[in-house]
T-cell receptor
Framework: GAVVSQHPSRVICKSGTSVKIECRSL??????MFWYRQFPKKSLMLMATSNEGSKATYEQGVEKDKFLINHASLTLSTLTVTSAHPEDSSFYIC???????????FGPGTRLTVT | GENVEQHPSTLSVQEGDSAVIKCTYS??????FPWYKQELGKRPQLIID?????GEKKDQRIAVTLNKTAKHFSLHITETQPEDSAVYFC????????????FGTGTSLTVIP
C-alpha cells in the first residue's frame, strides 16, 4: 500500500516553455501533498505544501508564479513550471500524506532538463 | 522555520561494522523524525522513524535515538552490508502544524566489502 506515482519520469523542454508534472496517490487519499526539489548530490528542499481544494503554501524564496501548484482532488496534485529556464533543471519529487498521518510517501521523481 | 543539520556528510565503514549518523534540529515543537534512504536517481525510502514521545526505536539492524532536550537524533546501523550503501537523510517535522518535512543535508554511506 501507500504508493505514489509521478508523471513524467523525465522531460526535456525548451527554454521559455511550460512543463506540468503530475503526482498521484494510487491507493489512498492524500489531504496534503508536498513538492520538493533536489539538486545533484544535494538534499531535498521543500518548495510548497498543497492542500486539496485550497491554495498552496510556498516556502520562503520559492516563486509561486513560477511554480504553479494545483491540488484538484484527494489523489492528484500538479506542479507546472512556467516559462522554464535552464536553472530550473532539477529533480522534482512529490510526496503525499494520508489523512493526518505522520508519514509521507514519496513519488519516484521527475527529472526536468531545460535546454 | 526549522533547520536540520546532519553529520557526517560522507561515511565509509567496513562490512560488518556499525555506522552512526547524527542530526540536530532547531524547532523544539518538531515531533516527528523520519530517516530516509535514497539510492541514486530513486525516490527516498523510509527506513525508520521516531515520534517525540519515544526515546529510542529499533527495527532489526537499524535503530534511532532521540534526545528532545538536546534536540538531536541519531541513526544507528549495525552489521552493515554492502547493500546499505546509499545516501541517508534525516528530517524533522511538526505534525500539528502541517507536517512539512525539513531535511538534513544527507550522508553518503559506503560499506566496503
Amino acid at each position: 500500500g501507500a504508493v505514489v506515482s509521478q508523471h513524467p519520469s523525465r522531460v526535456i523542454c525548451k527554454s521559455g516553455t511550460s512543463v506540468k508534472i503530475e503526482c498521484r496517490s494510487l491507493d489512498f487519499q492524500a489531504t496534503t501533498m508536498f513538492w520538493y526539489r533536489q539538486f545533484p548530490k544535494k538534499s531535498l528542499m521543500l518548495m510548497a505544501t498543497s492542500n486539496e481544494g485550497s491554495k498552496a503554501t510556498y516556502e520562503q524564496g520559492v516563486e509561486k508564479d513560477k511554480f504553479l501548484i494545483n491540488h484538484a482532488s484527494l489523489t492528484l496534485s500538479t506542479l507546472t513550471v512556467t516559462s522554464a529556464h535552464p536553472e530550473d533543471s532539477s529533480f522534482y519529487i512529490c510526496s503525499a500524506r494520508p489523512g493526518f498521518a505522520y508519514e509521507q510517501y514519496f513519488g519516484p521523481g521527475t527529472r526536468l532538463t531545460v535546454t | 522555520g526549522e533547520n536540520v543539520e546532519q553529520h557526517p556528510s560522507t561515511l565509509s565503514v567496513q562490512e560488518g561494522d556499525s555506522a552512526v549518523i547524527k542530526c540536530t534540529y532547531s524547532d523544539s515543537a518538531s515531533n516527528y523524525f523520519p530517516w530516509y534512504k535514497q539510492e541514486l536517481g530513486k525516490r527516498p525510502q523510509l527506513i525508520i522513524d521516531i515520534r517525540s514521545n519515544v526515546g529510542e526505536k529499533k527495527d532489526q539492524r537499524i535503530a534511532v535515538t532521540l534526545n528532545k532536550t538536546a534536540k538531536h537524533f541519531s541513526l544507528h546501523i549495525t552489521e552493515t552490508q554492502p547493500e546499505d550503501s546509499a545516501v541517508y537523510f534525516c528530517a524533522a517535522s511538526n505534525r500539528n502544524t502541517g507536517n512539512q518535512f525539513y531535511f538534513g543535508t544527507g550522508t553518503s554511506l559506503t560499506v566496503i566489502p
